[in-house]
């Protein structure tokens, strides 16, 4: 197994290889995602929704960098684009949405065992929120990879002129 500072985003061509098989991992991972979340599973939904962000982020950053940025986390891809992206409307997602997105997604995988000082809550009332979580998430999810494909096309197509 690669270590994480040794890893590189395969980057697609929009017939090769590497696109057939980022669209098909895509759509199974959406599948997955919706099957979760109706399942209760909202942990594993989480997850995957936090991979697919950070796969379309990684993607945007790299483009706008003119570098590779893969494999980062969450809080180092929302950073790199509050300050470099030119686009004030994924800026908006990335650093509003998604920053509390982000500690919500924190408070579900690292937290859901950890008991503070005082804290009483039960099982059902620290598992209660991870439905909204999950289903918060998925929606950011479709909206920053409705914006990413946007300013792709135009990207493309003002490239094409």
């Known amino acids: ?31 997955h995602i919706n099957e979760a979340i109706t399942a209760g599973f909202y942990l594993e939904a989480i997850t995957l929704v936090e991979s697919l962000i950070s796969d379309r982020l990684e993607s945007r950053t790299s483009y706008i960098s003119g ?13 790199k684009l509050e300050k470099d992206d030119p686009d004030a409307e994924l800026r908006s997602l990335v650093t509003e949405r998604l920053r509390v997105w982000k500690d919500l997604r924190n408070t579900a995988l690292h937290e859901l065992a950890k008991i503070a000082d005082g804290d009483t809550r039960s099982w059902a009332d620290r598992t209660a929120p991870l439905r909204r979580t999950a289903t918060a998430g998925l929606a950011l999810l479709r909206a920053i990879d409705k914006r990413v494909k946007s300013l792709r096309r135009h990207a493309l197509s003002e490239s094409l002129r």
Do not use: C, G
Not at 2 to 28: F, K, L, N
Not at 67 to 79: P, R, V
């Open 1 to 31: 197994m690669q270590t994480t500072s040794s890893r590189t985003r395969a980057m697609a061509q929009p017939t090769s290889r590497v696109a057939s098989q980022r669209q098909a991992i895509y759509r199974e991972a959406f599948a």
């Open 67 to 79: 570098s590779d940025f893969s494999f980062k986390t969450l809080e180092k891809l929302i950073q």
